[in-house]
Nanobody, 117 residues
């Protein structure tokens, strides 16, 4: 599995950005796709994830502001980020979690999101 992320950049507080991630390789319906982020000096944390059936899960800090979506036919997962805050500044990583035949995690290359105040 390979994950290619795009999007990100610099935006003012209150603005919006959209991140996209394309997965290649063998992607299964039981795979969960999502986005994590890591700010300087902090641990990587889950932002949001989504199952192939559309069940979503969000970190409390982004609920109501971020929306995750998935296109199973294209093997893509997007993260629409609205009302961005300076504390959203981080490197964002696309992720695929596979809980079959053991547990496997796959990561994209990371994309920087910077929110200025």
């Amino acid at each position: 599995v390979q994950l290619q992320a795009s999007g990100g950049g610099l935006v003012q507080a209150g603005g919006s950005l959209r991140l996209s991630c394309a997965a290649s390789g063998s992607i299964f319906s039981f795979d969960v796709m999502g986005w994590y982020r890591q700010a300087p000096g902090k641990q990587r944390e889950l932002v949001a994830d989504i199952t192939s059936g559309g069940t979503t899960n969000y970190a409390d800090s982004v609920k109501g502001r971020f929306t995750i979506s998935r296109d199973n036919a294209k093997n893509t997962v997007d993260l629409q980020m609205n009302s961005l805050k300076p504390e959203d500044t981080a490197v964002y990583y696309c992720n695929l979690l596979r809980r079959r035949w053991g547990t496997s995690k796959y990561w994209g290359q990371g994309t920087q999101v910077t929110v200025s105040s």
